[in-house]
């Protein structure tokens, strides 16, 4: 144990000792370090650092005023074998009052200055319980030191602080520097800290981390109070120091006098746009090098990093630490503290959130958003954001998450550590509710914008995607997927594996973009194609070869181009009409019912069925098979078979078969036709309107094709 009237002399940096090491955040602490030194928690770390003595007052957690004073003259008899004494200037008399604030925010500890302003007699005194001075020779070795708390009176060294006036960052001491630094951790010595080890600066005494340092949290990172550099335990703040408690130094503190719960209780902004009071909280440029741990007593608060463009990690979970501004660790979250909303800035920024209702906004960069328990606004901002889920109670329906600027086909929603075994995604009013989880860990995570298969990362099976009554795109995942379109004309992509598309009311494209969409192994089903209505859009795949086959009243549709062979089902009729992206004519094949059977604007191969079908060959010249049954051969323009590019019917039965003409007759007095034929061919001639030279020309494989089998 100490004795309370025991000198502290100050301290001088220790670096590189160890290299480069993780941090530990709260949750990691406690046990074994990954430099094998013991770790202690946020708790046992604050009471290390008191050394469970009351400081100033009678007992542990009793809060105390104290009176401090900048002193007027030198005392009897200088301290230790120092010599040269000075008083503050003004500059050390601002930067001590920042320090001593710094200290009654995060304690119930009041300081109560005897003297007033930076100069002139009125500044100093020498009647107060802590005095504060210069001294410029002896204590070589030290930067400062300082008294432990004890006897309050005045003539008592007890508290007292020693500076070394030689040294220029003492002398002038800045917001971000070493002098700050050294005022702070003085006056943690004056109101009853300890250094975390057993060890003191002085002359020829070598201190390092990994011979002094008696557990892992001794650095400058976690204390002020610590002789070792931040980069000790993994962090790095570019030559920068604290100038305010710590994450140690505050559960040390409140161990001392009890937290101070009237300190920034209403809506406080920490960073750019700081509304806390303080300087080490205010970024004022992008280059603001930014040292603190926040102690916030309540209201609903925000860090806003927004300034900076380096990568950030901002994490909101108390005792925690975030690496922001280029710096790394350099922000933390006192135990208890709860900060509710996060703004990060123009990098690829993690941004993670707490159990409570957060905003996380990443700004420009590709962000990656945690928004952790509580019902959560995230807003990605510009980029390729990735909104990350690790527990169903991260957002579920009694808190449930909303993503506002979701980008579908560009942002991703990681589930990855979920796991789920079953997720749906309902499309409605323009937003997405995508629902799922594990046996009873069921999440659901809401969108202002639309959400597709295709953007969800940790799928382990097909889901379930549902639209609504405005057109919307709906895409699946690389899973088999039942997709369900609404009332509107909807745009269905099913990705890969063997998908179920309903397309609905509407006018629906069922759109496929690659050959492994759909093939063979894992087939797609088309269940409500809309022939003349509907559309199969191919157009991606760019196919050199497509055959269309009627089967038992549904439809495979086959093609590809080279290697890539797709094959898609329905289980209602699709025509080569229906086919968007057709490079070439198509092979159309009819089943043993009654087919109406169309060909596209190429030349065609169609080949009826059994059944008494309707063939259509459309534009170009197409080869027509009706095969059994009664079959009707219909032409609805007059380009449908031209004297350049006639149609061929290979298998007419006269007397069986019917040529309809019907759709192009107009009953004008110059409308006819005439036949012809020979041993083996017949030739129907078309004539309209009145034209000299024929219209249109169809051949036939079979002869004596009669007028009674012409529709007119």
Known sequence: MRNISDQVESFTIRTGDVGELAFLNADQRGGIAPNGKPSKTIDQAGLHLVGGEPGWSAALGVAYTVTYAFRSTAPSSMPSDTAGFS???????????????????????????????????????????????????????????????????????????????TLSYNRNPLQGGYGALVLVHE????????????????????????????????????????????????????????????????????????????TRTGDTVYGFNSTAGRSWFLASTASTKLIFAAWDAGGVDTFDFSGYAQNQLVDLRAGNFSNVGGLVGNVAIAANVTIENAIGGGGADTLIGNAAGNSLSGLAGDDRL?????????????????????RATDSDNAHLDIIHDFKAGTDRLDLIALAPS??????????????????????????????????????????????????????????????????????????DAGDALFGGAGADIFAYESATNSGNAYLDIIHDFQTGVDKLDLSAMNPTNVSVLHYQGGTFVNGGAGASVFQIASM??????????????????????????????????????????????????????????????????????????????????????KIDLTALHANGANDHYSLISDANTSYLFVQLNGDTGNDMLILFATPNVHASDILW
């Open 370 to 390: 945690v928004g952790g328990g509580g019902g959560d606004a995230l807003f990605g901002g510009a980029g390729t954001n990735t909104f990350v889920y690790e």
């Open 187 to 262: 006056l943690g010595h004056t109101i009853g800290l300890s250094h975390p080890g057993d060890y003191n600066a002085g002359e020829g005494v070598e201190i390092t981390y990994a011979n002094n340092a008696e557990y892992y949290e001794d650095s400058l990172q976690y204390t002020v109070m610590s002789y070792f550099d931040e980069s000790e335990t993994g962090a790095n703040y570019q030559g920068a120091y604290a100038a305010s408690p710590m994450l140690d130094d505050i559960a040390a503190a409140q161990k001392e006098y009890g937290a101070n719960t009237a």
């Open 87 to 165: 008083r503050f200037n003004a500059a050390q008399i601002a930067q001590t009052e920042l320090a001593l604030a710094g200290w009654s925010d995060v304690a119930n500890i009041t300081f109560v200055r005897v003297g007033s302003g930076t100069s002139g007699e009125g500044a100093y005194s020498n009647s107060a319980s802590i005095l504060l001075a210069n001294y410029s020779s002896g204590e070589s070795g030290a930067a400062a030191f300082a008294n432990y708390p004890g006897d309050p009176s005045f003539s008592s060294a007890s508290g007292d602080v020693w500076v070394n006036s």
């Open 572 to 657: 209602n009729d699709i025509n080569a009409t229906d086919i968007l992206g057709l490079t070439s004519g198509a092979y159309i094949v009819g089943d043993e019912l009654a087919n109406t059977l169309l060909g596209s604007g190429f030349s065609e191969t169609i080949v009826g069925g059994d059944g008494n079908d309707v063939i259509i060959g459309g534009g170009a010249a197409d080869a027509l098979f009706g095969g059994a049954g009664a079959d009707t051969f219909s032409f609805w323009t007059k380009t449908d078979s031209t004297p350049g590019a006639p149609d061929i019917i290979h298998d007419f039965q006269t007397g069986v078969d």
């Open 422 to 495: 079953n997720v749906s995604i309902l499309h409605h009013n323009g937003g997405t509710f995508v629902n799922g989880g594990s046996g009873a860990s069921v999440f659901q995570i809401a969108s202002i914008n639309s959400i597709n298969g295709s953007d969800i990362l940790g799928l382990t099976n097909g889901l379930y995607l549902v639209g609504e009554d405005t057109a919307s795109t709906l895409i699946g995942s690389a899973k088999g997927d039942t997709i369900v379109g609404g009332a509107a004309n909807d745009t269905i992509i099913g990705g």
